[in-house]
């Protein structure tokens, strides 16, 4: 609900020009192109998702955002340090405690808790990989790590919202929104941010796929994350694609007339979702019909047909990527593990690890991987100290000092490793990185400046990084 | 020292000046300050009452302790770690906001030694040791010091622990004279305000408020969008084309109150607003979990909708729900109330699932009487909130204190209703024995492929009916025992479980969940850090501090409580309530922040106009539909929702309110809508939850296997409201459209637009069986000419005619699809389902079909204007 500014990257101002100057011809115009005319210019104008230029050039054209809801434990999976073992249960030192925020640990002096897994260093970088996660070996030279994250929210829902929308409160547009609202689409038939989440939905959902003040058009679409992802796509019987390219085209001409009256910008949101409503209609039951994968390519992600899972997210991300979508996010919960870590931990690394790998295998060999931009990681980490529980369910707290992410594709560079963290993984010793320097560097790789790409709102231009942010030295080639 | 003495020498200068006076007192200071002696100090300040010898005095003692100042770094200290509880409440005898408290220490002695911290108990408190953590404060009251602060303590300790002669003694904040939701409010006097524009009492503030910003008010939309919009607001349905056609005849000045009269007698005002209500209540048919049985919740549901149709009194509508069944005598309907409080998580036959739910109820009453996110509390205390923890299970132990009964109730009035699941559960059972006789024929063939190992492993129960003859078995070990011959028959086992789920069903739906207060109270807890399993200290039932006193006779209980929330003084209820009611109106509330009014939280953007309607409310009885009418009949709600130029940089959220907003419909809404439109709504009021279609997937998975009706009757063409709610798996279309999850207390939904929207107007069945009766009647009603089946098709859908040019586009579209129709009469018969009509009419009718459909999906139809 939220009006359009006048900021030039904006194509709402131009689009409402157009609108009162053509009015009825809209629809027409609007729905010529996708049948086939040339009609670029004008299409730019109408679509909010139509592609932009970058403000330089561009390493990635796509992201899928892997991102593991809860806080996965680096500790376990990809930060290796061997000091926890060796002083698995003596109290932490003081030093290194001081100032340092947990969520639930309340003991004065925590114990350091070691990690059961064997770490092996893999592939020709020598990149140390937790046992957990056999899969991710084979493409572990693809990663560019950050180990050394900084976040400040310990609590869920408000650090998912200000690793991806970079306020703790919902009401921001998130970064899919702002990476679409920047660089509109590849895709004409598909939408430009589109979010599947593995797992119970997260209570910030809706803001992290949110357009906060942006057009609602820049809102994450979501697929459903249980049977088939996309409902109604299909037309009543009888009606045939003409007499439905007729109505869609009169649906909108009339909304055209009444956003000419109330200017209100959710009319012409809605025009644009109509649009495209109807392409999606041919194109998405292509997207979401797996029949033509081969038994090779479902097996190596470990999908099952017909049944929803973290790997099948995975496969539909890759051929979102592949059909032009530009921002995928594929969320997955339960890696909160205050107790029973070692129990919970090794399920869902085998949900993870697999479909994971073998999508960066899969973009690979199709060639995909050099323009789309694989992000993996949570709203925090988890700490080197023990969360105490009854009966021995140890578990680890929210761990906000410091965490890893890793990068692969879209120019991050394979191989790279930046910053490092103290013996026991606690804090940042080299490089720390800031939440609004990954936020600025995926920006970065997409060829947009995160000082540059603004919006204008109750008189303030808003940045996704506020006044933050630094693009990440090291990690893109 | 010399510092000092210099300083003091540069404070007087500046005293001198003005009062003569302090000369005297000065040399006091001097002498006090070369003796370095802090307690000549202190007798010295205790002898004075001179405001000016105490700032005096500060200013030495802080000089002295060079490092620390007392105002910005010690008493913040105390106030957000201490105070709390040593401050008038004097926990343990100990009160740090004096400066005589701080020295006498409480009942075990002393808290500091001055000049010496590492003396000082104080230190040893709010620090601790290496392997206990601090005592002080308890992780019940505050946060721990940071290291810092420890710090500054010690600094201030050895310096002498000197206390400003300015502080007689530290003023805790006072959330009820520092924060606007917290002061008591009355009826402001009315701001003027001109007559051409002003309906009642509230465009006096709104006007008042654009003059000083220099904007003009918009005019009032015309008659037709405003009949649509007041009909859509109070009642969720559309008006009919008669209602306009009425409605537009009268052209007296007060036919738009007489509209209102006939839209407040409605008995779908109460469907309406109970939506709302229940949003905030969590209210949903299931327990959620992993399980998410059926629960019986749908009398409490028409309690609500009666409730507000009858225009129960507000405070009486709030304590019915919160303690009905205290109340003396308490009826049926004032126990059903109650059931405000059954929506919450867990179940309350397992204890730390009981404890869950407490929890939750606790989260409901502040969200919803008082906009307190008081649930933060259950952790740790905030410094800026105004609930402790303490205070938080203070308000818990209120509510602790029930048992959570299902009550059986006479159902004999919806055997409509009933009918439903008992045919269900006939059909089921029927299958169900025909497995069974199928079996029956299996079962020497089973018997003969039974292997030792296999009967081994068959329940005793089932190896003695075998044993038995045919005819000396009860039908209950033969059924038993068919169940055993079927049990690798998935089919069957699942049949087994829906019917078994049918079953439940059938037998809970005569029954309510109500509270009922235990004779013996329970003892609460606080849990520490709000781990249930980590109770710390009891505490007793007591309102939080920020808030008005309620005196009770003993100790107050749950009706106390309810009673407290309407009481004169509460500050919360009534401007929580109307802002809640305003934001249904105008998209936001007075307070942006409806879910919030706490420290935190912006002020109102018409702090005196909430205040007055608040205060209207209280002082009138509490009459609910009073205010709705006074909204309804303002000018600033009959403005037009056009989008203003010179509005878009200085107001774009029309916090000013010098528009009214355009705002999308919520799911059900649209839904209602439709079928009002198609005229087949089915307006029947209460009742058994409704299973209109849904797409099989929806129910997979479940552990539950209550099955979903899938309905095509009558039922399948009620309201909204009425849609069995499954907490686990919501019908696909509620999610689509921002239905809350029911998970936690909504307050606002959420108004998104995607092209997943667009997909489900354009496809879903229940809209293709919309548009399909729609154009039966648009066929039949309208009359004959393709013209006037337009005007009818558009004045039912948005409540106005068309425009020329709307007329010529739907003309236009008309012509067509019905020469494409009519080309391929075999389409026209799949989108009409009817093979038997002639080909004219059959293309006809799809033609309509069509048209309906382009109005069922246009922004203006689901949106109210």
């Known amino acids: 609900m939220t009006p359009d500014s006048p900021n030039s990257c904006s194509p709402s101002v131009s689009r409402r020009q157009f609108l009162e100057e053509c009015g009825i011809g809209l629809g027409s115009i609007a729905l010529a192109s996708q049948v086939g005319h040339d009609a670029q210019a004008t299409e730019a104008s109408i679509n909010p998702m139509a592609p932009k230029l970058a403000h330089f050039a561009a390493r990635a054209k796509h992201v899928i955002y892997l991102f593991m809801m809860g806080g996965p434990s680096q500790l376990d999976l990809f930060d290796y340090k061997p000091a926890l073992n060796k002083y698995h249960d003596h109290p932490i030192p003081m030093s290194y405690i001081e100032g340092a925020r947990f969520e639930q640990i309340r003991e004065k002096q925590p114990k350091i808790l070691g990690s059961p897994y064997k770490f092996k260093q893999y592939g020709e970088t020598g990149t140390f990989l937790s046992d957990r996660l056999p899969f991710m070996q084979d493409v572990v030279d693809e990663l560019a790590f950050v180990r050394t994250i900084r976040t400040y929210e310990t609590v869920h829902p408000l650090a998912q919202l200000f690793l991806l929308t970079g306020l703790k409160t919902a009401g921001r547009p998130s970064l899919g929104s702002w990476v679409t609202y920047g660089l509109g689409s590849e895709s004409e038939d598909l939408p430009g941010f589109v979010s599947l989440v593995h797992g119970a939905v997260p209570q910030a959902h809706d803001g992290l796929i949110s357009n906060g003040f942006l057009s609602s058009s820049y809102h994450g679409v979501a697929l459903r994350n249980q049977g088939t992802p996309i409902l109604n796509l299909q037309r009543p019987a009888g009606i045939n694609a003409a007499d439905e390219q007729q109505i869609i085209q009169a649906i909108n001409t009339l909304n055209a007339a009444r956003f000419k009256r109330s200017q209100d910008p959710e009319i012409s949101a809605r025009m644009a979702a109509y649009e495209l409503a109807f392409k999606m209609q041919s194109s998405a039951p292509d997207l979401i019909d797996l029949e033509d994968e081969t038994q090779t390519t479902l097996d190596s992600y470990g999908v099952e047909p017909g049944k929803a899972s973290f790997a099948r997210d995975c496969l539909l991300a890759r051929r979102m990527v592949e059909r032009g979508v530009r921002f995928v996010q594929l969320s997955m919960g339960d890696w909160d593990h205050h107790g029973s870590i070692f129990r919970d931990l090794p399920p869902l690394c085998q949900q993870m690890d697999q479909p994971v790998a073998a999508l960066l295998k899969d973009l690979k060999q199709r060639g995909l991987l050099e323009d789309t931009l694989v992000v993996w990681g949570g709203e925090f980490g988890r700490t080197p100290v023990a969360q105490p529980q009854m009966n021995a369910a140890i578990g680890r707290d929210h761990h906000v000092h410091s965490f890893t992410m890793w990068f692969a594709g879209g120019g991050a560079k394979a191989g790279a490793n930046v910053g490092a963290t103290d013996e026991l993984g606690f804090h940042a010793v080299e490089n720390e990185v800031q939440v609004q320097d990954v936020q600025a560097t995926i920006l970065h790789l997409l060829g947009l400046d995160h000082e540059q790409l603004t919006y204008r709102f109750q008189g303030r231009d808003f940045r996704l990084t506020d006044v933050h942010g630094h693009v990440i030295d090291g990690i893109f080639s | ?865």
């Not at chain 2, 779908?268 to 327990?287: I, K, M, N, P, V």
């Open chain 2, 1 to 865: 020292m010399d510092r000092g003495a210099f300083f003091i020498q540069g404070s007087l200068v500046l005293i001198d000046s003005r009062f003569s006076r302090v000369m005297l007192v000065e040399l006091y200071v001097t002498a006090s300050v070369m003796n370095n002696n802090s307690k000549i100090i202190r007798t010295i300040l205790r002898l004075s009452s001179c405001q000016l010898l105490l700032a005096l005095a500060y200013s030495t003692a802080a000089a002295v302790a060079d490092e620390v100042d007392f105002t910005t770094q010690v008493q913040p200290l105390l106030t957000n770690h201490c105070l709390r509880c040593h401050g008038p409440d004097e926990k343990g005898g100990l009160r740090l906001d004096t400066q005589q408290g701080l020295l006498k220490g409480g009942f075990s002695g002393p808290v500091i030694v001055a000049n010496s911290a590492t003396e000082s108990p104080l230190i040893e408190l709010v620090v601790g040791d290496s392997t206990e953590p601090p005592l002080m404060p308890p992780p019940d009251e505050g946060d721990p010091l940071s290291p810092a602060e420890v710090e500054t303590l010690r600094n201030w300790i050895n310096a002498g622990a000197p206390w400003p002669s300015t502080i007689a003694q530290i003023e805790l904040p006072d959330l009820r004279q520092q924060h606007w939701a917290f002061q008591e409010f009355s009826r402001p006097d009315l701001p003027d305000a001109s007559a051409t524009h002003s309906h009642n009492e509230i465009d006096h503030f709104v006007l008042a408020r654009l003059s000083a910003e220099n904007i003009a008010p918009s005019p009032s939309a015309d008659r037709v969008t405003l009949l649509r919009r007041a009909t859509l607001d109070l009642l969720g349905t559309p008006p009919s084309p008669n209602d306009i056609e009425r409605y537009l005849q009268d052209t007296s000045p007060d036919a738009y109150e007489r509209a209102l009269d006939r839209l407040f007698a409605s008995p779908h005002f109460g469907e309406r607003w109970a939506r709302h209500w229940l949003d905030g209540a969590c209210y949903a048919d299931s327990e959620g979990f992993e399980t998410d049985h059926f629960r019986s919740v749908w009398r409490y549901r028409d309690w609500v909708i009666a409730a507000l149709n009858q225009d129960l009194g507000f405070d009486h509508f709030v304590i019915e729900q919160v303690a009905g069944d205290m109340l003396p005598n308490a009826t049926l309907s004032q126990k059903i109330a109650t059931g405000f409080y059954r929506h919450n998580r867990g179940n309350s036959a397992h204890e730390p699932s009981r404890l869950q739910g407490v929890i939750d109820r606790v989260n409901v009453t502040g969200t919803v009487f008082m906009a307190l996110t008081i649930g933060c509390a259950q952790c740790h205390s905030h410094k800026f909130d105004p609930i402790s923890q303490r205070e938080f299970y203070q308000v818990f132990a209120f509510f602790n204190n029930s048992v959570d009964p299902q009550i059986e109730v006479d159902i004999s009035e919806y055997e409509v209703d009933r009918n439903r699941f008992e045919a269900k559960f006939l059909q089921l059972q029927a299958q169900y024995q025909a497995y069974h006789r199928q079996f029956e024929s299996e079962y020497e063939q089973w018997l003969a492929a039974l292997t030792d190992e296999d009967l081994a492993q068959l329940p005793e129960e089932i190896r003695q009916t075998i044993e038995l003859p045919l005819q000396e078995r009860s039908p209950e070990q033969q059924m038993k025992l068919l169940d055993k011959v079927g049990r690798n028959n998935k089919q069957f086992f699942l049949l087994k479980q829906n019917l078994n789920a049918v079953a439940a069903h059938r037998e809970k739906i005569a029954t309510a969940l109500v509270l009922e207060e235990r004779e013996t109270p329970r003892t609460t807890n606080v849990f520490v850090r709000g781990v249930i399993s980590n109770p710390g200290p009891e505490v007793q039932p007591a309102f939080p501090r920020a808030l008005p006193a309620f005196p009770t006779e003993g100790q107050p209980n749950r009706l106390n409580f309810a009673q407290w929330l309407v009481s004169p003084t509460h500050p919360l209820t009534a401007r929580v309530t109307v802002n809640r009611i305003w934001q249904q109106y105008f998209g936001l509330g007075l307070v942006e922040t409806e879910n919030d009014f706490g420290v935190q939280s912006p002020p109102p953007t018409h702090p005196l106009l909430l205040n007055f309607l608040a205060a209207q409310l209280r002082g009138e009885g509490w009459q609910i539909k009073r205010l709705h009418r006074r909204i309804v009949s303002s000018a600033t709600y009959r403005q037009s929702s056009h989008l203003r130029e010179d509005l878009v940089a200085v107001d774009p959220r029309n916090r000013l309110l010098a528009r009214q907003r355009r705002l999308r419909l919520e799911a059900e809404v649209i839904r209602d809508q439709a079928l009002a439109v198609s005229g087949t709504l089915n307006r029947r009021i209460g009742g058994l939850t409704v299973f209109p279609y849904q797409t099989q997937d929806v129910m997979d998975g479940r552990a539950d296997k209550s099955p979903w009706l899938n309905e095509t009757g009558a039922s399948s063409l009620r309201r909204g409201i009425y849609m069995h709610f499954w907490r686990l798996t919501p019908h696909p279309y509620m999610k689509l459209f921002d239905v809350p999850t029911a998970a936690e207390p909504c307050t606002r939904r959420k108004r998104s637009n995607t092209p997943m929207q667009a997909l489900a107007l354009l496809n879903h069945s229940w809209f293709q069986q919309f548009s399909r009766a729609f154009a039966q009647r648009i066929v039949a009603e309208a009359g004959p000419t393709i013209e006037r089946r337009i005007h009818f098709a558009m004045l039912t859908a948005v409540g106005r005619p068309p425009s020329p040019l709307e007329q010529q586009t739907l003309a236009t579209l008309y012509d067509n699809i019905y020469q494409s129709m009519r080309h391929d009469i075999s389409r026209a018969q799949m989108l009409t389902g009817d093979e038997d009509a002639s080909a004219e009419n059959c293309s006809e009718l799809a033609t309509w079909i069509t048209i309906a459909r382009t109005l069922l999906n246009l922004d203006e139809f689901i949106t109210r204007e």
